[in-house]
């Protein structure tokens, strides 16, 4: 069985220019977990839940710390002022373009190809689609779910 008998073909993208917040708005709307990024018909990169979660990542500023009796009020103030760098911080990624969190290295299948060379290149890489591209250009999308659902019909 080959990709294009199992493949969407009415992919869903996003442009390199797209702010971060509008590609979670497109996951969400589409309940997708992640979708190429396209110029001009060509595959640029590719952005997956997986990129937009790496965003919450606060950075630990843990350590043992005790506070003296002094310090005791201290500690709530210091925690909000965290929380509050936090909030900005995620606001204002959300308006960064999709470019600075996609992954630029994006394996991809031709039609032509088989399911089995497909589920190779996606179990060896540990991700979860593959943009289908024939003459440089995306014509389809296969996911893990595509393969299997293939592998039921055979």
């Known amino acids: 069985m080959k990709v294009?008998?199992?493949?969407?073909?009415?992919?869903?993208?996003?442009?390199?220019e797209d702010s971060i917040r509008y590609v979670a708005m497109v996951l969400k709307q589409n309940r997708i977990s992640g979708l190429p990024v396209v110029k001009n018909g060509k595959v640029v990169g590719i952005v997956s839940e997986g990129d937009l979660l790496k965003l919450l990542e606060v950075p630990d500023r843990s350590g043992l710390w005790l506070p003296s009796p002094f310090e005791v009020i201290e500690v709530p103030i210091r925690e909000l002022l965290n929380w509050e760098e936090t909030k900005r911080m995620l606001e204002d990624v959300?308006?960064?373009?999709?470019?600075?969190?996609?992954?630029?290295?994006?394996?991809?299948?031709?039609?032509?190809?088989s399911i089995?060379?497909?589920?190779?290149?996606?179990?060896?890489?540990?991700?979860?689609?593959?943009?289908?591209?024939?003459?440089?250009?995306?014509?389809?999308?296969?996911?893990?779910?595509?393969?299997?659902?293939?592998?039921?019909?055979?």
């Not at 294009?4 to 390199?16: A, E, H, W």
């Not at 179990?123 to 659902?149: A, F, M, S």
């Open 4 to 16: 294009q008998d199992v493949m969407n073909p009415n992919v869903i993208v996003c442009s390199p």
């Open 94 to 113: 959300g308006s960064k373009p999709v470019t600075e969190i996609m992954e630029k290295d994006v394996y991809t299948v031709s039609p032509d190809d």
């Open 116 to 154: 089995e060379e497909a589920s190779s290149i996606i179990t060896k890489h540990k991700i979860n689609r593959l943009p289908v591209v024939e003459n440089g250009v995306i014509v389809g999308i296969i996911t893990r779910g595509d393969i299997i659902r293939g592998l039921g019909e055979l």
